[in-house]
């Protein structure tokens, strides 16, 4: 756990002392990279722990009996109980964020910060910090510019002169630095509603990654379309969290023990029960929330209900790995800088849709894994022909990683859970490899342009020879069944799986994966070797870049080197520690194949679509149906092969002419340089409307809201004058009528004393008389009474 | 009868609130001359003696004493008027109102 | 006719004399003759003095009121005379003004006097056995010393004596005071 809190630690730190350190901040990449490589090594020791543990060892046994048995009950037994044992986990709640509600006629809101790891979260997370270490590394030299005042000749001010501003080199690892934690956030979390919280956050981090020039026009609204395309994936996600939580009352992975040792079923363990056989069931709660909406036929409602939640959270999916049709924003998250391109999308955030897919494998229904399956195909597809007519270095690599990524969604859903995440593992190495490549490239050269480049190969050699491995391993070449480079092994499986879906389904057009799968393959190895050749070999098309060109600083090309081991040896069946077994005991449980009578392995029929079959993912592996591996194995290696004859005919040994055929299907070639057209329309479709409705709202506001303020406010002001009048006329007036009283109360009898003697002797006169008149009738009353 | 007098004396009270200056003066002596009659009238034995209520001598001694009071009072008051005709050339009253409100 | 009453008439006489000077005092005009009417009025109180048996102070009267007071105010009409006929006259409105108040007092005064009886009439027998009045100086003078010889139970009179004496000093020192101070230069002085 402290792994993941380093990085956190990290970004605390640079945030509230970036500025300080060092000049220019260059002490900011020291504290994130110490930080993420500390997380690295702590993974690493994590990783040593879990493999000594007890549990891990049978893994290992059944993966041999298997092989070795034969035909006969026993591996049908096998199977059986491989199929019925829960992977080793451990998962619990650390923190509780709030709980609203108690559990009397509801389960009760619960949000809780907790864990759910396995050997999946294990393997993720050495993969996650290793790769971001070794860019932390790169990015300390590729970011080196930042250090001092920068002048970004991307952007003009008003005045025609290009922007210079101050370095924002802390910054960058600040934003790593927070990447870094949510995505290993992320891995770990052991409930849907932080898993969303971390997905959003991650959201926000590539919002600030890409759009880190701010000042160019094009990379702040590249950084929007990330983050609203991301939203829209988002949105579907909701929908399926609230699905979930609606009839299942819980958001945990796993079973949660609470203070009283009651055990509280988490996701995974309503959908699978344990008394089934860990099949695919309709959730009792689901059943039982369909009975309560008054539906027909409550089993067959509440499985509408469980394939409305998994499509809700593979749109999530869709939006974060950038499938389609949500895969617009990717090439232009490209306005970012090249580390963030290596480690944010081609490694790790791309990856967390597919690893969402991966963990949440057990709630999938057939159905909704034909649906991730058909995403995939067509992302691949229409990713690899994108591919072939780019020019931008950095742009055919992400329309690669979209590809890729169809390949690995493409696995998922034709049932190969291994496969797919193989992939995953696989992919992050060798494109963050290619990536960190074409950012060497690219540093050397100023220009994107692969048109601009060739002949680097003298230049640069130690870029040539890693962009070189890297190539190789993503086409997955390697001798077959022998051993190859990590892209071989993966693809292969993946490959593997889809022709046994293709058989195993009478449905012939369910076969179309395999073809597809198969020939992406081959235009995968095309564009691959086509960047190479346009890049490194041949003669340089322009002279001056290529003069200046220079190899990249140590700080920048050793991690190269090992990441390039790394793409050739991930694969490979390490005894002791090996990716295999480590994603083979994260299994979940129930997902391989169940004896049916009759002999036949395949499972998992769908419910409402009945005649998908996904089938047992090991069974390619088993004596009987070795022909499907090996068939399989077969036309990965011919097809790759092809596309790279095919390349170096035309960039490599220059036979045929590329432009030639870019004439002859000019229609398409245009639809394929466009994109598909799909900005264009997403742009009549709803950017257009939405600046419409925008529009109107600010006419609204301006004329009719501004006239009624204004005229608020001019009645203001007359009443407060008729106030003002008041005040002075009645209030004023009275105090003043009371002094004037006053005044000529006191004015008059002061006429009194007139000065006159005479006068004052009339009045002593007028006295003594009254009173002497007063006295003689009083005496004579009381006299008389 | 004798009482008759005084009430006229009194009555010469008006002549002394119209006058000017000296003529106050003499409005005065009236009046305290009325009294003094008045006072030798109850002293007098002619008046109901032994009735008990004619004073005797009494009102004599006090008629004598009124008339010392009055001279005196007449000179300092004329002492008054004569300080004011010197300082306002006059011996009108009406004049002398710098008491005036 | 038997014995003309010399006592009533003389008195008749006299009361008569004196209002018809002091109404004289009133109406005239000249300030001389204010004062010449004055003292015929005085005297004539005089007159009346004798008549009620206070022989002392009747004429104590005529030497100090007449002979000296008069003498003083005559003196002061003559030293402030500002012109030959400088007039003083009062106006209308306020002869009317104080003839209402005059003689609103008058009437009061006439009435209390009427009516009580003690004072109507002189005592008849009284009058029939007139005797030899002694001389009254000397139980006053003895009156004022203290001493009181014809009526035993009523108080001298030695302290109201010593006051006076003071008194009359203060007014003596008093008006030579103001006298002088006409001698001096600044005019609102002594006012």
């Given at each position: 756990?402290?792994?993941?809190l380093?990085p956190?630690?990290?970004?605390?730190l640079i945030?509230?002392?970036?500025?300080?350190?060092?000049?220019?901040?260059?002490?900011?990449?020291?504290?994130?990279?110490?930080?993420?490589?500390g997380?690295?090594?702590?993974?690493?020791?994590?990783?040593?722990?879990?493999?000594?543990?007890?549990?891990?060892?049978?893994?290992?046994?059944?993966?041999?009996?298997?092989?070795?048995?034969?035909?006969?009950?026993?591996?049908?037994?096998?199977?059986?109980?491989?199929?019925?044992?829960?992977?080793?986990?451990?998962?619990?709640?650390?923190?509780?964020?709030?709980?609203?509600?108690?559990?009397?006629?509801?389960?009760?809101?619960?949000?809780?910060?907790?864990?759910?790891?396995?050997s999946?979260?294990?393997?993720?997370?050495c993969?996650?910090?290793?790769?971001?270490?070794?860019?932390?590394?790169?990015?300390?030299?590729?970011?080196?510019?930042?250090?001092?005042?920068?002048?970004?000749h991307?952007?003009?001010?008003?005045?025609?002169?290009?922007?210079?501003?101050?370095?924002?080199y802390?910054?960058?690892?600040?934003?790593?630095?927070?990447?870094?934690?949510?995505?290993?956030?992320?891995?770990?979390?052991?409930?849907?509603?932080?898993?969303?919280?971390?997905?959003?956050?991650?959201?926000?981090?590539?919002?600030?990654?890409?759009?880190?020039?701010?000042?160019?026009?094009?990379?702040?609204?590249?950084?929007?379309?990330?983050?609203?395309?991301?939203?829209?994936?988002?949105?579907?996600?909701?929908?399926?969290?609230?699905?979930?939580?609606?009839?299942l009352?819980?958001?945990?992975?796993?079973?949660?023990?609470?203070?009283?040792?009651?055990?509280?079923?988490?996701?995974?363990?309503?959908?699978?029960?344990e008394?089934?056989?860990?099949?695919?069931?309709?959730?009792?709660?689901?059943?039982?929330?369909?009975?309560?909406?008054?539906?027909?036929?409550?089993?067959?409602?509440?499985?509408?209900?469980?394939?409305?939640?998994?499509?809700?959270?593979?749109?999530?999916?869709?939006?974060?790995s950038?499938?389609?049709?949500?895969?617009?924003?990717?090439?232009?998250?490209?306005?970012?800088?090249?580390?963030?391109?290596?480690?944010?999308?081609s490694?790790?955030?791309?990856?967390?849709?597919?690893?969402?897919?991966?963990?949440?494998?057990?709630?999938?229904?057939?159905?909704?894994?034909?649906?991730?399956?058909?995403?995939?195909?067509?992302?691949?597809?229409?990713?690899?022909?994108?591919?072939?007519?780019?020019?931008?270095?950095?742009?055919?690599?992400?329309?690669?990683?979209?590809?890729?990524?169809?390949?690995?969604?493409?696995?998922?859903?034709?049932?190969?859970?291994?496969?797919?995440?193989?992939?995953?593992?696989t992919?992050?190495?060798?494109?963050?490899?290619?990536?960190?490549?074409?950012?060497?490239?690219?540093?050397a050269?100023?220009?994107?342009?692969?048109?601009?480049?060739?002949?680097?190969?003298?230049?640069?050699?130690?870029?040539?020879?890693?962009m070189?491995?890297?190539?190789?391993?993503?086409?997955?070449?390697?001798?077959?069944?022998?051993?190859?480079?990590?892209?071989?092994?993966?693809?292969?499986?993946?490959?593997?799986?889809?022709?046994?879906?293709?058989?195993?389904?009478?449905?012939?057009?369910?076969?179309?994966?395999?073809?597809?799968?198969?020939?992406?393959?081959?235009?995968?190895?095309?564009y691959?070797?086509?960047?190479?050749?346009?890049?490194?070999?041949?003669?340089p098309?322009?002279?001056?870049?290529?003069?200046?060109?220079?190899?990249?600083?140590?700080?920048?090309?050793?991690?190269?080197?090992?990441?390039?081991?790394?793409a050739?040896?991930?694969?490979?069946?390490?005894?002791?520690?090996?990716?295999?077994?480590?994603?083979?005991?994260?299994?979940?449980?129930g997902?391989?194949?169940?004896?049916?009578?009759?002999?036949?392995?395949?499972?998992?029929?769908?419910?409402?679509?009945?005649?998908?079959?996904?089938?047992?993912?090991?069974?390619?592996?088993?004596?009987?149906?070795?022909?499907?591996?090996?068939?399989?194995?077969?036309?990965?290696?011919?097809?790759?092969?092809?596309?790279?004859?095919?390349?170096?005919?035309?960039?490599?040994?220059?036979?045929?002419?590329?432009?030639?055929?870019?004439?002859?299907?000019?229609?398409?070639?245009?639809?394929?340089?466009?994109?598909?057209?799909?900005?264009?329309?997403?742009d009549?479709?709803?950017?257009?409307?939405?600046?419409?409705?925008?529009?109107?709202?600010?006419?609204?506001?301006?004329?009719?809201?501004?006239?009624?303020i204004?005229?608020?406010?001019?009645?203001?002001?007359?009443?407060?004058?008729?106030?003002?009048?008041?005040?002075?006329?009645?209030?004023?007036?009275?105090?003043?009528?009371?002094?004037r009283?006053?005044?000529?109360?006191?004015?008059?009898?002061r006429?009194?004393?007139?000065?006159?003697?005479?006068?004052?002797?009339?009045?002593?006169?007028?006295?003594?008389?009254?009173?002497?008149v007063?006295?003689?009738?009083?005496?004579?009353y009381?006299?008389?009474? | 009868m004798?009482?008759?007098?005084?009430?006229f004396?009194?009555?010469?009270?008006?002549m002394?609130t119209?006058?000017?200056?000296?003529?106050?003066l003499?409005?005065?002596?009236?009046?305290?001359?009325?009294?003094?009659?008045?006072?030798?009238?109850?002293?007098?034995e002619?008046?109901q003696?032994?009735s008990?209520?004619?004073?005797?001598?009494?009102?004599?001694?006090?008629?004598?004493?009124?008339?010392?009071?009055?001279a005196?009072?007449?000179?300092?008051?004329?002492?008054?008027?004569?300080?004011?005709?010197?300082?306002?050339?006059?011996?009108?009253?009406?004049?002398?109102?710098?008491?005036?409100g | 006719?038997?014995?003309?009453?010399?006592?009533?008439?003389l008195?008749?006489l006299?009361?008569?004399?004196?209002?018809?000077?002091?109404?004289?005092?009133?109406?005239?005009?000249?300030?001389?003759?204010?004062?010449?009417?004055?003292?015929?009025?005085?005297?004539?109180?005089?007159?009346?003095?004798?008549?009620?048996?206070?022989?002392?102070?009747?004429?104590?009267?005529?030497?100090?009121?007449?002979?000296?007071?008069?003498?003083?105010?005559?003196?002061?009409?003559?030293?402030?005379?500002?012109?030959?006929?400088?007039?003083?006259?009062?106006?209308?409105?306020e002869?009317?003004?104080?003839?209402?108040?005059?003689?609103?007092?008058?009437?009061?005064?006439?009435?209390?006097?009427?009516?009580?009886?003690?004072?109507?009439?002189?005592?008849?027998?009284?009058?029939?056995?007139?005797?030899?009045?002694?001389?009254?100086?000397?139980?006053?003078?003895?009156?004022?010393?203290?001493?009181?010889?014809?009526?035993?139970?009523?108080?001298?009179?030695?302290?109201?004596?010593?006051?006076?004496?003071?008194?009359l000093l203060?007014?003596?020192?008093?008006?030579?005071?103001?006298?002088?101070?006409?001698?001096?230069?600044?005019?609102?002085?002594?006012?």
């Amino acid at each position: 756990m402290a792994a993941w809190l380093l990085p956190l630690a990290s970004f605390a730190l640079i945030v509230f002392f970036g500025k300080h350190m060092g000049k220019a901040g260059v002490k900011a990449g020291y504290v994130a990279t110490g930080a993420i490589g500390g997380a690295f090594v702590l993974s690493m020791i994590s990783l040593v722990a879990w493999l000594n543990s007890a549990d891990y060892s049978h893994v290992e046994n059944h993966g041999h009996a298997a092989v070795t048995q034969q035909a006969g009950p026993s591996p049908i037994s096998e199977a059986a109980e491989h199929n019925a044992e829960l992977p080793k986990v451990i998962s619990g709640d650390w923190y509780t964020l709030v709980q609203i509600g108690d559990g009397e006629s509801f389960a009760p809101l619960k949000l809780t910060i907790g864990y759910y790891i396995d050997s999946l979260t294990i393997a993720m997370f050495c993969m996650v910090t290793l790769i971001a270490t070794l860019i932390h590394f790169y990015a300390q030299g590729y970011m080196h510019d930042e250090l001092h005042d920068f002048t970004d000749h991307e952007v003009t001010l008003a005045d025609g002169t290009h922007l210079k501003r101050p370095g924002r080199y802390h910054r960058f690892f600040q934003y790593l630095s927070l990447f870094c934690f949510s995505m290993l956030g992320l891995v770990i979390s052991g409930n849907l509603a932080m898993t969303f919280m971390f997905w959003e956050l991650v959201g926000i981090c590539s919002y600030f990654l890409i759009g880190f020039y701010i000042e160019r026009h094009s990379a702040s609204t590249a950084a929007n379309k990330a983050f609203i395309v991301n939203r829209v994936g988002d949105f579907g996600m909701i929908i399926g969290l609230m699905a979930l939580w609606g009839s299942l009352g819980t958001f945990s992975f796993g079973d949660t023990k609470d203070d009283h040792g009651h055990t509280s079923p988490g996701v995974f363990s309503q959908v699978r029960t344990e008394e089934n056989n860990h099949r695919l069931e309709t959730p009792t709660a689901m059943v039982a929330w369909a009975k309560s909406m008054g539906a027909e036929d409550p089993e067959e409602c509440g499985y509408y209900l469980l394939i409305v939640a998994g499509l809700g959270i593979f749109c999530g999916c869709v939006g974060k790995s950038a499938q389609f049709p949500l895969h617009t924003w990717l090439p232009d998250a490209m306005e970012g800088p090249t580390p963030v391109s290596a480690l944010v999308h081609s490694a790790t955030m791309v990856a967390a849709g597919v690893f969402l897919v991966g963990r949440f494998y057990s709630v999938f229904t057939p159905e909704v894994l034909l649906t991730i399956a058909a995403a995939g195909t067509i992302t691949l597809f229409m990713g690899a022909t994108i591919a072939i007519t780019a020019t931008d270095i950095k742009r055919v690599l992400t329309y690669s990683t979209v590809s890729q990524l169809g390949y690995m969604m493409l696995a998922l859903g034709v049932g190969g859970w291994f496969a797919g995440l193989f992939h995953l593992f696989t992919h992050a190495f060798f494109k963050s490899l290619l990536f960190m490549c074409s950012g060497s490239v690219i540093h050397a050269v100023h220009t994107n342009e692969m048109t601009e480049m060739g002949g680097l190969r003298k230049k640069m050699p130690y870029t040539a020879c890693t962009m070189l491995i890297g190539c190789l391993a993503i086409i997955g070449a390697g001798i077959p069944f022998v051993i190859g480079f990590s892209g071989f092994h993966s693809k292969d499986a993946i490959i593997a799986q889809a022709l046994n879906f293709g058989l195993a389904n009478t449905n012939p057009l369910l076969s179309i994966f395999f073809y597809v799968a198969a020939g992406g393959a081959a235009i995968t190895a095309f564009y691959m070797f086509r960047l190479w050749y346009m890049t490194f070999a041949g003669e340089p098309r322009n002279k001056e870049r290529y003069d200046h060109a220079h190899e990249s600083p140590k700080v920048m090309y050793v991690p190269l080197m090992i990441l390039s081991v790394f793409a050739i040896t991930v694969a490979w069946d390490v005894p002791g520690v090996s990716l295999n077994k480590l994603l083979e005991a994260a299994r979940p449980a129930g997902i391989l194949g169940e004896v049916e009578p009759g002999g036949e392995f395949a499972l998992q029929r769908g419910q409402v679509a009945a005649t998908i079959v996904v089938p047992d993912e090991h069974y390619p592996h088993h004596q009987h149906s070795h022909a499907i591996h090996n068939e399989a194995n077969i036309v990965a290696f011919s097809t790759a092969l092809a596309g790279f004859l095919l390349a170096t005919i035309f960039y490599g040994w220059r036979k045929a002419d590329p432009a030639e055929v870019k004439e002859q299907f000019a229609p398409i070639y245009r639809f394929l340089v466009n994109k598909w057209w799909f900005d264009e329309l997403y742009d009549v479709v709803f950017v257009k409307p939405a600046h419409l409705i925008s529009n109107l709202a600010s006419w609204f506001d301006k004329n009719v809201l501004d006239w009624i303020i204004n005229h608020l406010a001019k009645w203001t002001v007359v009443v407060a004058k008729i106030d003002d009048l008041i005040d002075r006329l009645v209030i004023d007036g009275l105090v003043n009528l009371l002094a004037r009283c006053t005044y000529s109360i006191g004015d008059s009898l002061r006429s009194v004393q007139t000065g006159q003697l005479r006068q004052y002797v009339v009045f002593i006169v007028i006295g003594t008389v009254t009173l002497f008149v007063l006295a003689t009738i009083l005496l004579k009353y009381s006299m008389a009474g | 009868m004798a009482v008759g007098a005084i009430l006229f004396v009194c009555g010469a009270v008006c002549m002394a609130t119209k006058r000017n200056a000296l003529g106050v003066l003499m409005g005065i002596e009236l009046v305290l001359n009325g009294a003094n009659i008045n006072f030798i009238a109850f002293g007098s034995e002619y008046l109901q003696r032994g009735s008990g209520t004619s004073i005797g001598l009494d009102g004599q001694l006090i008629a004598l004493f009124v008339i010392v009071l009055a001279a005196a009072e007449a000179a300092v008051a004329l002492a008054i008027a004569l300080n004011f005709y010197n300082n306002h050339q006059t011996i009108d009253v009406d004049q002398a109102d710098d008491l005036h409100g | 006719m038997d014995a003309i009453n010399w006592h009533s008439v003389l008195f008749l006489l006299f009361a008569l004399l004196t209002c018809v000077f002091a109404l004289g005092v009133v109406f005239a005009g000249n300030i001389v003759r204010m004062a010449f009417y004055l003292v015929m009025s005085l005297s004539a109180t005089a007159g009346l003095f004798f008549l009620a048996g206070a022989d002392f102070v009747g004429a104590m009267q005529i030497m100090i009121y007449v002979g000296g007071t008069l003498v003083l105010l005559i003196f002061g009409v003559m030293l402030t005379a500002q012109g030959p006929w400088v007039s003083m006259k009062t106006r209308g409105g306020e002869w009317i003004l104080a003839a209402i108040v005059g003689g609103s007092m008058l009437a009061v005064l006439l009435q209390t006097a009427f009516s009580v009886e003690a004072w109507r009439a002189p005592d008849k027998q009284a009058v029939a056995e007139i005797k030899q009045l002694e001389p009254t100086a000397t139980p006053l003078g003895l009156g004022l010393l203290g001493v009181r010889v014809d009526n035993e139970k009523a108080p001298g009179y030695l302290l109201p004596f010593e006051i006076v004496s003071v008194h009359l000093l203060v007014v003596l020192v008093g008006a030579a005071y103001l006298a002088r101070a006409k001698r001096r230069a600044k005019p609102a002085d002594g006012e």
